[in-house]
């Protein structure tokens, strides 16, 4: 990106503080996110490849051959194979090393750029540094971006500066004058998170994410902004988030450190008897025959002779040590690597993406996977939202009845509504409940409330490039299917600015006036706005997860609540992801005096979450019910039976999922992993440490009952003075499934409920974890590859998947919809689920196979041609002769 970047540094007076030392020396941009250098190179890669026994023996063998009374052999028949293997190795490593860099940002025309510094970026420029908007080409100083290569998601974002910033637009000796102060928070890793304060001409500003272009981020239809560098190099957030790369070793290179240790006393024991040897015939028929046969220089006694002729041996014998195992499973690692390159069948044509074998080291792992850890949304599904059902006013929409009023299924003959009324409607769109529309025509209150809440509480962007053409960029598709939804149904969100949102109501365009937006977390699992409408009217408009909202509502609406909740249920059971919306008239006279004390808690540089979220609470309850939204996403193609027959491979499947426990478990069901002919699904949803412990040992009870006896070995692994860590294997006594929310499973993660949540989940035959965060989907996997000695795989296809992918022994990334993240952390991709079954089926288990093969071959070839020098011993008196040429081709070869 450096050759089209075009960027103006100014130099200003600008005070930045930082509360760390820091601060005394400003950061520059330079970064290195590969492994090796220039001058690095060649160290560090000698260093790594003598970790491996062999290559170090051989240099020490090496060493030996340079002793005269000791080398019967040129020191060129081990400098040769050595430096051959050496090289070939390292060759590899560089280009693996190349890969890994070229994947990522080049730097070299960013580096000069130093904390303090103001940046002009032009349209699709990379973000070069952490940088708080000032101004930018756009009405309001508004910049949208794409964090496809931040967090993994495609759609455009946008980001407003400070009104009082906006001004300065592209002035350059405005900028120049600019002196202002920012005191902000040390360098970290959230990248939803910025806490800072902006103090200008004496007034002091609140400073958030929505003003902070983060490196890594690529401008997009925006001419030109101007940002100020407050993170650079590696303390920006991009690289806060990098961590060291580990290259992951297989258990066939740990089993080859082994047998090669075991081939070394194996050597030890042949050398020595061959030693003994020579000190008897030396001392019985040697020392007789010296005017023949003359000791060498020094040697004056057969014992001292037979020490000599111990490493002698060890230099002869040295073919029995193979330094050129390594490079030679490498090739076959690199052939293997190729055939899931070339494999057509894991070729996906409707995007043009093949199987990728991202690193070379890992093709036989896949034969022993024993745990796989899967994301749902993108990775099991489609993650193609499409607005399906939902319920107004207690009443469902979306089914299809006959005129018996029993349910018909919808089928592809099944009528469509016809949208051709409104112009703007998007022509993609199908829904088929005929009667919505007709409630939306007769203008019922409650469904015309329903749709202009989805139509403003959103965080979506519209893009219009011509007359009536709408295309929305929606940070999550599941905002873009609600919006969308209410654009057919006659409410069209039509444009954005930081003040205002306009909607074409019914073919009447309205202006609201936008005056707080209360964010969406994975803590408070909501998101609100509050508008003014034209008519002057305050309203809250929110929705959220069920089980938050539900809590929030007015008590006049429990009738309401229950016919809501039968309908949420339904629409969960058949899969659908749901929300729920409510409302809120507000008086002017609060909301003046709340909104002055959200200014000052915006401002706060000191707990400013805690505050909002004390003002979000206040104001968000009281709550009217409107309804619910379903939306559907599809699973993909062959995901049901990919799934059994993984499972008849005997590998344990667990689902790590950020959705609600209904919809999870309608998955599982769908996806063949949990059915009816189990024992029994195990729901975990305990509030305390201790309300979880005794449902996973209910659970293990059931399933085990013999691990509760005091002959039970593993009451051994409680004690915290055992080392060894690794637990036996247990059997359930039938089919079990366990499924565990994300609240419950942050108490079984805390060190004193680890054990015992490993020891159930891994009795059941499926393990389905809702709700859960990014950290905890590391964690789980981490627990496993603790406790049982098995091969682990995770696989996702989003930016919260990296870290679970990069914890498994294997990562897969799928190349979905939201980006390329969880590709890019990934040691193999493709771009579809089913193709996991090939990968480890076929894949895994012929690559394991034939570096079975190889290594019976190699080693018995070895053996074979070492212990013919060995019996030689016996007949040439122990003398150590051997043909120079041909060990050396032996060795190589």
């Given at each position: 990106p450096g050759s089209v970047l075009k960027w103006v540094v100014l130099q200003f007076l600008f005070l930045f503080y930082r509360p760390f030392v820091c601060s005394l020396f400003p950061q520059n941009n330079s970064i290195k996110t590969s492994k090796y250098n220039f001058f690095t190179f060649l160290p560090l890669n000698l260093f790594e490849q003598f970790q491996r026994i062999a290559n170090a023996y051989f240099l020490f063998l090496l060493i030996l051959q340079l002793i005269p009374q000791v080398s019967s052999l040129s020191w060129f028949t081990t400098v040769v194979p050595l430096v051959l293997v050496l090289a070939v190795s390292g060759v590899k490593d560089a280009i693996d090393d190349f890969g890994t860099f070229s994947c990522r940002l080049k730097d070299d025309k960013w580096m000069n750029i130093q904390v303090g510094d103001i940046i002009k970026l032009e349209n699709n420029n990379f973000v070069t540094a952490d940088l708080l908007l000032l101004s930018s080409s756009e009405p309001h100083s508004l910049t949208y971006i794409e964090t496809a290569e931040l967090d993994g998601e495609t759609n455009l974002k946008v980001k407003q500066a400070l009104t009082v910033t906006a001004e300065l637009g592209e002035n350059l000796q405005k900028l120049t004058d600019f002196n202002g102060e920012v005191k902000c928070e040390a360098p970290n890793n959230k990248l939803d998170k910025f806490t800072g304060t902006l103090t200008l001409r004496g007034e002091k500003f609140a400073l958030d994410n929505e003003k902070m272009l983060l490196r890594g981020c690529t401008i997009r239809n925006t001419e030109w902004c101007f940002g100020l560098v407050i993170y650079a190099g590696p303390d920006t957030k991009l690289m806060q988030n990098c961590g060291k790369t580990t290259f992951k070793r297989t258990s066939i290179d740990r089993l080859m450190n082994v047998l090669v240790l075991v081939i070394f006393a194996f050597l030890a024991l042949m050398c020595f008897i061959l030693a003994i040897g020579n000190g008897i015939w030396e001392h019985d028929k040697g020392y007789y025959f010296q005017v023949y046969l003359p000791?060498?220089?020094?040697?004056?006694?057969?014992?001292?002779?037979?020490?000599?002729?111990?490493?002698?041996?060890?230099?002869?014998?040295?073919?029995?040590?193979?330094?050129?195992?390594?490079?030679?499973?490498?090739?076959?690692?690199?052939?293997?690597?190729?055939?899931?390159?070339?494999?057509?069948?894991?070729?996906?044509?409707?995007?043009?993406?093949?199987?990728?074998?991202?690193?070379?080291?890992?093709?036989?792992?896949?034969?022993?996977?024993?745990?796989?850890?899967?994301?749902?949304?993108?990775?099991?599904?489609?993650n193609i939202m499409a607005f399906n059902k939902c319920s107004i006013n207690g009443k469902s929409y979306g089914d299809m009845y006959d005129m018996a009023g029993q349910r018909t299924e919808i089928t592809e003959h099944t009528e469509k509504v016809d949208f051709s009324y409104n112009r703007l409607?998007?022509?993609?769109?199908?829904?088929?409940?005929?009667?919505?529309?007709?409630?939306?025509?007769?203008?019922?209150?409650?469904?015309?409330?329903?749709?202009?809440?989805?139509?403003?509480?959103?965080?979506?962007?519209?893009?219009?490039?011509?007359?009536?053409?709408?295309?929305?960029?929606?940070?999550?598709?599941?905002?873009?299917?609600?919006?969308?939804?209410?654009?057919?149904?006659?409410?069209?969100?039509?444009?954005?600015?930081?003040?205002?949102?306009?909607?074409?109501?019914?073919?009447?365009?309205?202006?609201?006036?936008?005056?707080?937006?209360?964010?969406?977390?994975?803590?408070?699992k909501r998101m609100s706005v509050i508008v003014r409408s034209p008519e002057g009217d305050l309203t809250l408009y929110c929705k959220g997860a069920d089980t938050i909202v539900y809590e929030l509502l007015d008590s006049s609406c429990g009738s309401l609540k229950e016919e809501t909740m039968e309908h949420l249920n339904e629409f969960a059971g058949e899969g659908l992801r749901t929300l729920v919306v409510a409302y809120k008239n507000l008086q002017e006279d609060y909301f003046q005096e709340w909104h002055k004390r959200h200014h000052e808690a915006s401002t706060a540089l000191d707990g400013r979450e805690e505050k909002l979220s004390e003002l979000y609470e206040e104001i968000e309850k009281d709550l009217m019910l409107l309804g619910a939204t379903a939306i559907e996403d599809k699973l993909?193609?062959?995901?049901?039976?990919?799934?059994?027959?993984?499972?008849?491979?005997?590998?344990?499947?667990?689902?790590?999922?950020?959705?609600?426990?209904?919809?999870?478990?309608n998955i599982g069901y769908s996806c063949n992993m949990l059915h009816d002919d189990m024992e029994d699904v195990f729901i975990i949803e305990g509030n305390t440490s201790e309300e979880v412990l005794d449902e996973l040992r209910t659970a293990r009870k059931k399933m085990n009952p013999d691990s509760f006896l005091d002959s039970d070995d593993i009451i051994k692994f409680e004690n915290p003075s055992t080392k060894s860590r690794i637990l036996p294997e247990e059997q359930a006594n039938g089919v079990y499934g366990l499924v565990i929310n994300g609240h419950s499973l942050a108490y079984a993660l805390e060190g004193n409920l680890e054990l015992e949540l490993v020891r159930?989940?891994?009795?059941?035959?499926?393990?389905?974890?809702?709700?859960?965060?990014?950290?905890?989907?590391?964690?789980?996997?981490?627990?496993?590859?603790?406790?049982?000695?098995?091969?682990?795989?995770?696989?996702?296809?989003?930016?919260?998947?990296?870290?679970?992918?990069?914890?498994?022994?294997?990562?897969?990334?799928?190349?979905?919809?939201?980006?390329?993240?969880?590709?890019?952390?990934?040691?193999?991709?493709?771009?579809?689920?089913?193709?996991?079954?090939?990968?480890?089926?076929?894949?895994?288990?012929?690559?394991?196979?034939r570096m079975c093969k190889f290594l019976r071959y190699f080693f018995y070839k070895n053996f074979a041609f070492t212990l013919v020098h060995f019996w030689y011993g016996f007949f040439s008196g122990f003398s150590a002769q051997v043909g120079q040429f041909l060990c050396s081709c032996h060795t190589v070869y």
């Amino acid at each position: 990106p450096g050759s089209v970047l075009k960027w103006v540094v100014l130099q200003f007076l600008f005070l930045f503080y930082r509360p760390f030392v820091c601060s005394l020396f400003p950061q520059n941009n330079s970064i290195k996110t590969s492994k090796y250098n220039f001058f690095t190179f060649l160290p560090l890669n000698l260093f790594e490849q003598f970790q491996r026994i062999a290559n170090a023996y051989f240099l020490f063998l090496l060493i030996l051959q340079l002793i005269p009374q000791v080398s019967s052999l040129s020191w060129f028949t081990t400098v040769v194979p050595l430096v051959l293997v050496l090289a070939v190795s390292g060759v590899k490593d560089a280009i693996d090393d190349f890969g890994t860099f070229s994947c990522r940002l080049k730097d070299d025309k960013w580096m000069n750029i130093q904390v303090g510094d103001i940046i002009k970026l032009e349209n699709n420029n990379f973000v070069t540094a952490d940088l708080l908007l000032l101004s930018s080409s756009e009405p309001h100083s508004l910049t949208y971006i794409e964090t496809a290569e931040l967090d993994g998601e495609t759609n455009l974002k946008v980001k407003q500066a400070l009104t009082v910033t906006a001004e300065l637009g592209e002035n350059l000796q405005k900028l120049t004058d600019f002196n202002g102060e920012v005191k902000c928070e040390a360098p970290n890793n959230k990248l939803d998170k910025f806490t800072g304060t902006l103090t200008l001409r004496g007034e002091k500003f609140a400073l958030d994410n929505e003003k902070m272009l983060l490196r890594g981020c690529t401008i997009r239809n925006t001419e030109w902004c101007f940002g100020l560098v407050i993170y650079a190099g590696p303390d920006t957030k991009l690289m806060q988030n990098c961590g060291k790369t580990t290259f992951k070793r297989t258990s066939i290179d740990r089993l080859m450190n082994v047998l090669v240790l075991v081939i070394f006393a194996f050597l030890a024991l042949m050398c020595f008897i061959l030693a003994i040897g020579n000190g008897i015939w030396e001392h019985d028929k040697g020392y007789y025959f010296q005017v023949y046969l003359p000791w060498a220089v020094g040697v004056n006694s057969a014992a001292y002779s037979g020490f000599l002729m111990f490493w002698s041996y060890v230099i002869i014998l040295n073919t029995v040590v193979p330094i050129s195992l390594y490079v030679s499973v490498e090739i076959i690692r690199l052939g293997n690597s190729f055939y899931i390159d070339w494999d057509r069948k894991m070729y996906y044509p409707l995007n043009d993406t093949p199987a990728q074998a991202r690193t070379t080291t890992l093709n036989e792992e896949l034969g022993q996977i024993k745990y796989i850890f899967s994301d749902k949304t993108g990775t099991l599904t489609q993650n193609i939202m499409a607005f399906n059902k939902c319920s107004i006013n207690g009443k469902s929409y979306g089914d299809m009845y006959d005129m018996a009023g029993q349910r018909t299924e919808i089928t592809e003959h099944t009528e469509k509504v016809d949208f051709s009324y409104n112009r703007l409607a998007d022509p993609k769109f199908v829904f088929y409940d005929h009667s919505l529309v007709e409630a939306v025509k007769l203008d019922d209150a409650a469904t015309h409330g329903f749709f202009r809440l989805l139509s403003l509480c959103h965080t979506v962007m519209p893009e219009e490039k011509k007359e009536g053409n709408l295309v929305y960029q929606a940070q999550s598709p599941d905002e873009g299917a609600l919006v969308t939804a209410a654009r057919n149904f006659g409410f069209v969100f039509r444009a954005r600015t930081p003040e205002t949102i306009t909607v074409v109501e019914m073919g009447e365009t309205k202006v609201y006036e936008l005056l707080a937006i209360l964010d969406f977390n994975n803590v408070r699992k909501r998101m609100s706005v509050i508008v003014r409408s034209p008519e002057g009217d305050l309203t809250l408009y929110c929705k959220g997860a069920d089980t938050i909202v539900y809590e929030l509502l007015d008590s006049s609406c429990g009738s309401l609540k229950e016919e809501t909740m039968e309908h949420l249920n339904e629409f969960a059971g058949e899969g659908l992801r749901t929300l729920v919306v409510a409302y809120k008239n507000l008086q002017e006279d609060y909301f003046q005096e709340w909104h002055k004390r959200h200014h000052e808690a915006s401002t706060a540089l000191d707990g400013r979450e805690e505050k909002l979220s004390e003002l979000y609470e206040e104001i968000e309850k009281d709550l009217m019910l409107l309804g619910a939204t379903a939306i559907e996403d599809k699973l993909q193609d062959g995901v049901p039976q990919t799934i059994e027959t993984l499972t008849k491979a005997r590998i344990k499947i667990w689902v790590l999922t950020g959705d609600k426990q209904e919809t999870a478990v309608n998955i599982g069901y769908s996806c063949n992993m949990l059915h009816d002919d189990m024992e029994d699904v195990f729901i975990i949803e305990g509030n305390t440490s201790e309300e979880v412990l005794d449902e996973l040992r209910t659970a293990r009870k059931k399933m085990n009952p013999d691990s509760f006896l005091d002959s039970d070995d593993i009451i051994k692994f409680e004690n915290p003075s055992t080392k060894s860590r690794i637990l036996p294997e247990e059997q359930a006594n039938g089919v079990y499934g366990l499924v565990i929310n994300g609240h419950s499973l942050a108490y079984a993660l805390e060190g004193n409920l680890e054990l015992e949540l490993v020891r159930t989940a891994c009795l059941c035959k499926v393990v389905i974890c809702c709700r859960v965060t990014p950290l905890q989907k590391a964690q789980v996997v981490e627990l496993v590859k603790k406790y049982k000695k098995a091969v682990t795989l995770a696989i996702g296809d989003g930016a919260n998947d990296v870290s679970m992918i990069k914890t498994a022994h294997i990562g897969v990334g799928i190349s979905g919809q939201e980006g390329m993240q969880a590709v890019l952390s990934s040691d193999f991709s493709f771009a579809q689920f089913r193709y996991l079954q090939r990968l480890l089926l076929v894949h895994g288990r012929w690559s394991y196979i034939r570096m079975c093969k190889f290594l019976r071959y190699f080693f018995y070839k070895n053996f074979a041609f070492t212990l013919v020098h060995f019996w030689y011993g016996f007949f040439s008196g122990f003398s150590a002769q051997v043909g120079q040429f041909l060990c050396s081709c032996h060795t190589v070869y």
